[in-house]
Structure formats: structure tokens, C-alpha cells
């Protein structure tokens, strides 16, 4: 069956970093997968987290930054990461700020993300 999704969810975070989800959970019910389209400022950055899920991260523009117990992993535009379940990471942006796209297998969840 086809589905249109016809615009994003808009999911609110603190921090100035906007996150529309064209799949998954909130935008279209789907729990296998979440597709998001994120847009960091400056400097931002997140608790650490241990998630249940897979993410795939592909960096559009800017920096991703993803620390973790092996050390610290600098992502730049037109370079993707991949983080495990159960590897504890903490993502940030670099000076310029990021553009991303994340991908989580499954679907991102606030219970999910295992945050610290």
C-alpha cells in the first residue's frame, strides 16, 4: 500500500535544534523506522544516550560531532555515521552548526534513546 506523508512532525527539543520526522512514531504511526530531517545550531549538543536502536546518520552540512567510549568522531558534510544499540554516544554540532539526516532502526523513541 502507498502512503503520503504529506508534510513533517515538528518534534520539540530544547536547545534551538529542530527536528522534523517525515517517518516513524509521531509523523506517520510507523515503529520499524524513523527517517528525520534535523537542523543543529552552533554548539548545540545532547545528553549522552545509550539507544535500543540503530541510527544512520548522514550529514548534509556543518559538523556532527558523536563522542563515545572509543573517543571522539568528527562527521562532516558528505560523511555518514553509524551508531549501535547499546553504545553509549553523545551528539553535538560544530562551530558552523549541523544539517542531518537520521535514520533509526527501530524508530526513535524518548524511551528508546536510553538518555543519561
Known sequence: ???????PARI?????????????????GDEAISIAHMVAPPGWEEPPQTPAFTEYTVVLRGTVIVAH??????????QSVVTSPGEKVRYSAGPEGA???????PAFSPDGAGRD
Not at 500500500?1 to 508534510?7: D, H, L, N, P, S
Not at 567510549?69 to 558528505?78: P, S
Open 12 to 28: 520539540p527539543v530544547p536547545g534551538g535544534k529542530l527536528i522534523d520526522e517525515h517517518v516513524g512514531r509521531v509523523s506517520s
Open 1 to 7: 500500500m502507498v502512503r503520503k506523508i504529506g508534510a
Open 69 to 78: 567510549d572509543e573517543g571522539t568522531t568528527l562527521v562532516e558534510a558528505g
Open 99 to 105: 544539517e542531518y539526516i537520521a535514520v533509526c532502526l
